[in-house]
């Protein structure tokens, strides 16, 4: 069934599927009040954020799909009356039915790392006038990453396990600090939004499936 997706050729079976996914997924919310929040750190830890920053995952930020860069949100968790105030500075979570991405630091702060996912309440504040990109460019497209490794072959070894189902599979190389990665993408989308509405159907399918940008 993915192959058909990707290869362009579904069935009516498959389109019925990926259009059932697609249209059931959440917005994440964009009001004050009750939302469910989640935390990422590592390996996301001196990368690029959607806005251009690099991501610190012991700062206080957040990523929102679609919240502008800059906005300051006023949390609590109402489990412990611990609260912290964050800046959006990325985009997500890419996950059904969660509506923040927390960093690393603001979840310390929530005491909500090993919880991991909590409900939490949410103030909008003014967004933050002062706020600015770090780079101006935009990226030219998205993929979905199936898999990082530190080592070549064995990403080489996965990517043509892949080419039977993904045509397109290939391997990009990413420096994070003094270590290489080796990701595994697939697909090539002009939006973010397209990329997203494959998630659900690679993630049914075992796969642990991000977005990745590319320039």
Same mark, same amino acid.
Request: proline letters at 4%; aromatic letters at 10%.
């Given at each position: 069934?993915?192959?058909a997706?990707f290869?362009?050729?579904?069935s009516?079976?498959?389109?019925?599927?990926?259009?059932?996914?697609?249209?059931?997924?959440?917005i994440?919310?964009?009001?004050?009040?009750?939302?469910?929040a989640?935390?990422?750190?590592?390996? $996301?830890?001196?990368?690029?954020?959607?806005?251009?920053?690099?991501?610190?995952?012991?700062g206080?930020?957040?990523?929102?799909?679609?919240?502008?860069f800059?906005?300051?949100?006023?949390?609590?968790?109402?489990?412990?009356? /611990?609260?912290?105030v964050?800046?959006?500075? +990325?985009?997500?979570?890419?996950?059904?039915?969660?509506?923040? +991405?927390?960093?690393?630091?603001?979840a310390?702060?929530?005491?909500?790392?090993d919880d991991?996912?909590? *409900?939490i309440?949410?103030? *909008?504040?003014?967004?933050?006038?002062?706020?600015?990109?770090? &780079?101006?460019?935009?990226? /030219?497209?998205?993929?979905?990453?199936?898999?990082? $490794?530190? +080592?070549?072959?064995?990403?080489e070894? $996965?990517?043509?396990?892949?080419?039977?189902?993904?045509?397109?599979?290939? &391997?990009?190389?990413?420096?994070?600090?003094?270590?290489?990665?080796?990701?595994?993408?697939?697909g090539?989308?002009?939006?973010?939004?397209?990329?997203?509405?494959?998630?659900?159907v690679?993630?049914?399918?075992?796969?642990s499936?991000? *977005?990745?940008?590319?320039?």
């Amino acid at each position: 069934m993915i192959r058909a997706a990707f290869s362009g050729v579904l069935s009516s079976t498959v389109f019925l599927c990926i259009f059932n996914l697609t249209s059931c997924t959440h917005i994440p919310r964009d009001k004050d009040g009750t939302w469910t929040a989640s935390w990422y750190g590592e390996p $996301f830890h001196g990368r690029k954020t959607a806005s251009g920053e690099t991501y610190n995952m012991y700062g206080l930020t957040a990523a929102h799909k679609h919240l502008p860069f800059g906005t300051r949100l006023h949390l609590t968790n109402p489990e412990n009356s /611990r609260s912290v105030v964050v800046t959006v500075n +990325d985009r997500g979570p890419f996950v059904r039915g969660r509506d923040l +991405d927390l960093s690393y630091g603001a979840a310390r702060k929530l005491d909500m790392v090993d919880d991991g996912v909590i *409900i939490i309440e949410v103030r *909008i504040l003014q967004s933050d006038s002062s706020y600015t990109r770090e &780079i101006s460019n935009e990226p /030219r497209g998205y993929a979905i990453q199936l898999a990082s $490794f530190s +080592d070549r072959n064995s990403a080489e070894q $996965f990517r043509r396990k892949l080419l039977g189902s993904y045509a397109d599979a290939r &391997i990009t190389t990413v420096k994070s600090g003094d270590k290489t990665l080796y990701r595994v993408l697939v697909g090539s989308y002009p939006t973010r939004a397209g990329a997203a509405s494959q998630l659900p159907v690679l993630q049914a399918s075992g796969h642990s499936a991000l *977005i990745r940008e590319f320039f």
